[in-house]
């Protein structure tokens, strides 16, 4: 890793943790791993960095003064799918329950090691990668038909512009609720485990917390119809034909 400064192409990350020496470690080290970070020591203050500029990933702590990160990460999806990573200090799950349902795409619980971390955010960034269709309705963005057009009811993705809508109407998905419903998508009818979509989404390489798959597709559900995606008891998920 190189000691010079981060190029103007880096990824911007927005880290918002109270904890000075905290705040300074971190902003170091994923400097190092040639990210762009700012930091910010408070939610309000982290809310007027995120409306001053665009950033890439935003890593917000739970437990912060005057906005705490569940509703930092409440106010951001009002306006932006950004990726956003959870930092909670408590192991007893309020606060990832908390922080998922809110629209964050992950979380880890603190102390985190910085390789752990950075591997958290590189999986978040790719999930990014997809093309986004444009903020708001977009009616530019409706999709066309074709072999790259999947419909299962008024459900309808657009594979080649990663544009989904239900009964015509474009639905702002974040990107990590987007590759699941392409993993959906792509096996129809087929019940996904939940630890099956850990691998494929999430790039987790071991048994972690499924509640994060629990709660995405809890999200998913609200916004392309709750019956649409079937709960198959004791092993997973499928998306109704």
Known sequence: MSSSPPPETAERILLVEDDDLMRRS????????GYRVRTAGDGLEGLEHFREQEFDL??????LPGLDGIGLCRRVRETSLVPVLMMSARGDGLDV???LEAGADDYVVKPVDT????????SLLRRATYPRPAAGSGT???PQSGPGVVEFGELRIDMGGMVVTVGGAPVALTPTELKVLLEFAAE????LDRHA?????WDYGWDADTRVVDLCVQRLRRKIGRDRI????????KLRR
């Open 230 to 237: 079937e709960t198959v008891r004791g092993f997973g998920y």
């Open 140 to 142: 530019e963005q409706t």
């Open 97 to 99: 329950v908390a922080g």
């Open 188 to 191: 129809p009818g087929i019940v």
């Open 197 to 201: 979509l850990l691998r494929n989404v």
């Open 115 to 122: 390789y752990v971390l950075v591997a958290r955010i590189r």
């Open 58 to 63: 935003l890593i917000l702590d739970v437990m």
């Open 26 to 33: 971190f902003g170091s080290a994923l400097e190092r791993y």
